[in-house]
């Protein structure tokens, strides 16, 4: 049994400086940045979204915003980081799903005391693409109802107050 105990000790010995402390990229949810502001406050934090919005640029650097479901934040970039992102979520559109890793500041002093994100790097995860629009048929059959129902109304309200006129 010490045999067995003294090789177990070896090899955990030996196997010790082999293993090699790693530090994992954990992504953060923005509500979850925002709830744990005052803990999180100048600590670098990877964030996952969408892009929304559009950019807006300030000279060498721009604004864009990102939602990832749970919340939304400003980002503070570089412009040529800003200028990776394509599409911008909007009605029409899913924007570019980008992973963005920086220093968060729950009360930025250089930007008006707002919350946002400083970043040190964006990456594109996924491509945004267009949204196709369908329209139920539901809706359009009612509307082909409904809008001869609605002129019909009109005309017969526009001849009673003809009718009261002549009275």
């Known amino acids: 049994m010490r045999k067995y105990i003294k090789a177990l000790i070896i090899v955990l010995l030996i196997s010790a400086p082999l293993s090699v402390s790693v530090k994992a990229e954990s992504l953060i949810d923005i509500n979850e940045l925002i709830e744990n502001a005052k803990e999180l406050d100048g600590q670098e934090v990877t964030i996952q979204g969408e892009a929304i919005g559009e950019s807006m640029n300030r000279g060498d650097y721009s604004w864009i915003n990102i939602n ?21 979520g909007n009605y029409k559109y899913i924007g570019d799903i980008v992973k963005i890793t920086g220093v968060f ?50 005309i017969l309200f526009f001849k009673r107050k003809k009718a009261k006129r002549t009275l």
Request: aromatic content about 6%; proline content about 1%; glycine content about 8%.
């Open 105 to 154: 500041h729950r009360a930025c002093v250089e930007h008006g005391g707002e919350a946002d994100l400083h970043s040190n790097s964006l990456e594109i995860v996924k491509n945004g693409y267009q949204v196709k629009e369908t329209i139920a048929s539901e809706k359009v059959i009612s509307a082909i109802v409904l809008i001869p129902c609605a002129l019909f109304m009109l």
């Open 68 to 88: 990832d479901g749970t919340n939304a934040i400003g980002i503070w970039l570089k412009k040529s980081d800003a200028d990776k992102v394509l599409r911008y």
